[in-house]
């Protein structure tokens, strides 16, 4: 069974940064395309950004220049790098892993922007 287990998530001022980092239960985590999705108040799940296991990047248009994702296969952990975070950001941010076509889910953590 795979566990990702999310944190780094909290309360920032807009324009701050966050750091967010899941880590993986999986040994073939290295195998794995893994990423983040956030899901607002009333809103559906969306795509953050991912990184496959060869290291190709994908980003919402959203968060393009803004986030930096990425991944350590020793470590199994995956990270996303937020700055200037803007309030319509807060979201509960999930840790997503996509390992030969199953996907598995964290449980998210909360992001806040707000003055």
């Known amino acids: 069974q795979v566990q990702l287990v999310e944190s780094g998530g909290g309360l920032v001022q807009p324009g701050g940064s966050l750091r967010l980092s899941c880590a993986a239960s999986v040994s073939f985590f290295s195998i794995s395309t893994v990423g983040w999705y956030r899901q607002a108040p009333g809103k559906q799940r969306e795509l953050v950004s991912t990184i496959t296991s060869g290291g190709n990047t994908n980003y919402a248009d959203s968060v393009q220049g803004r986030f930096t994702i990425s991944r350590d296969n020793a470590k199994r952990t995956v990270n996303l790098q937020m700055s200037s975070l803007k309030p319509e950001e807060t979201a509960v941010y999930y840790c997503?892993?996509?390992?030969?076509?199953?996907?598995?889910w964290g449980q998210g953590t909360q992001v806040t922007v707000s003055s």
């Open positions: 997503y892993e996509n390992l030969i076509g199953t996907e598995y």
